[in-house]
């Protein structure tokens, strides 16, 4: 199978930048598209960004430009560039992936963003 496992959350102050990345390990020959989420107490789950093995992309309106997603896949990894950091986008943020046509998602890791 596959294993999905994020690194680079933290605290920051409010205007600060933080790079989240995700890597892939055992087979990552399945891999297709990859992307994060994020899940804020009281709140439900919320698309951040997705991108394809082409590195096409899809962000979510409420990110308002100030995320960056992008992917290795001869590393099998995709990273997330978070500028501008507000603390509504304090959250636990999930890595995603297609593997072989299913769904997988790492156990996340804690972006607090103070002001």
């Known amino acids: 199978q596959v294993q999905l496992v994020e690194s680079g959350g933290g605290l920051v102050q409010a205007g600060e930048s933080l790079r989240l990345s995700c890597a892939a390990s055992g087979n990552r020959v399945g891999l297709d598209t990859m992307g994060w989420y994020r899940h804020a107490p009281g709140k439900q789950r919320e698309l951040v960004a997705l991108?394809?093995?082409?590195?096409?992309?899809n962000y979510a309106d409420s990110m308002d430009g100030r995320f960056t997603i992008t992917r290795d896949n001869a590393k099998g990894t995709v990273y997330l560039q978070m500028n501008s950091l507000q603390p509504e986008d304090t959250a636990v943020y999930y890595c995603?992936?297609?593997?072989?046509?299913?769904?997988?998602w790492g156990k996340g890791t804690l972006v607090t963003v103070s002001s």
């Open positions: 995603y992936a297609v593997w072989y046509g299913r769904d997988y």
């Open positions: 991108i394809s093995r082409s590195s096409s992309t």
